[in-house]
T-cell receptor
Framework: DTEVTQTPKHLVMGMTNKKSLKCEQHMGHRAMYWYKQKAKKPPELMFVYSYEKLSINESVPSRFSPECPNSSLLNLHLHALQPEDSALYLC??????????????FGPGTRLTVL | AQSVTQPDIHITVSEGASLELRCNYSYGATPYLFWYVQSPGQGLQLLLKYFSGDTLVQGIKGFEAEFKRSQSSFNLRKPSVHWSDAAEYFC?????????FGAGTRLTVKP
């Protein structure tokens, strides 16, 4: 299995809602990533988990809360988001844990709309 | 920190014509370089990567890229473009901590 899966595919939420994005990989990869991608822009790194521990937090607002329950799963908990948080949220994984020195495999993304 | 420049925001080519997408990087050490492709609303798919060795690398879907250290470039090429190649293309450079993406080049293919 060489796939990263993400659910849901689309999510619409209000500013007072709490929701979660889920990501799963069964490639035995040891690092997992969350990216945010606005329209017509490149992906921007949000968080990196290495061996299930948070290793990089790119100064992301606390309304985004990542969680790595085990080596195959990565969640992104959302609370009190703003309309400007509307974007495509991409999950990725890599075998190695040295950040950009490894090929990253991306999921299809969750299209998030905040009303 | 590393950085990537993709000078062309949008390129249009005719189906069957050749393609070259430009990428320039800035990094103090030996770069790890990647080209990814993204179809609308989809995730990113790796086309090819360069870590070391032969400076001409072959990728999937008939793409290749050449690493030129003297020009700090890693341009992507394809000899004959197909309509299905229309997408957004991202060049990326990897450092110890993270991967930095260029702004992307949108490819349109004319029939």
């Amino acid at each position: 299995d060489t796939e990263v899966t993400q659910t849901p595919k689309h999510l619409v939420m209000g500013m007072t809602n709490k929701k979660s994005l889920k990501c799963e990989q069964h490639m035995g990869h040891r690092a997992m990533y969350w990216y945010k991608q606005k329209a017509k822009k490149p992906p921007e790194l949000m968080f990196v988990y290495s061996y299930e521990k948070l290793s990089i937090n790119e100064s992301v607002p606390s309304r985004f809360s990542p969680e790595c329950p085990n080596s195959s799963l990565l969640n992104l908990h959302l609370h009190a988001l703003q309309p400007e948080d509307s974007a495509l949220y991409l999950c990725a994984s890599s075998q190695g844990t040295s950040g950009g020195l490894n090929e990253q495999f991306f999921g299809p993304g969750t299209r998030l709309t905040v009303l | 920190a590393q950085s990537v420049t993709q000078p062309d925001i949008h390129i249009t080519v005719s189906e069957g014509a050749s393609l070259e997408l430009r990428c320039n990087y800035s990094y103090g050490a030996t770069p790890y370089l990647f080209w990814y492709v993204q179809s609308p609303g989809q995730g990113l798919q790796l086309l090819l990567k360069y870590f070391s060795g032969d400076t001409l690398v072959q990728g999937i879907k008939g793409f290749e890229a050449e690493f030129k250290r003297s020009q700090s470039s890693f341009n992507l090429r394809k000899p004959s473009v197909h309509w299905s190649d229309a997408a957004e293309y991202f060049c990326a450079v990897g450092g110890n901590n993270d991967m930095r993406f260029g702004a992307g080049t949108r490819l349109t293919v004319k029939p």
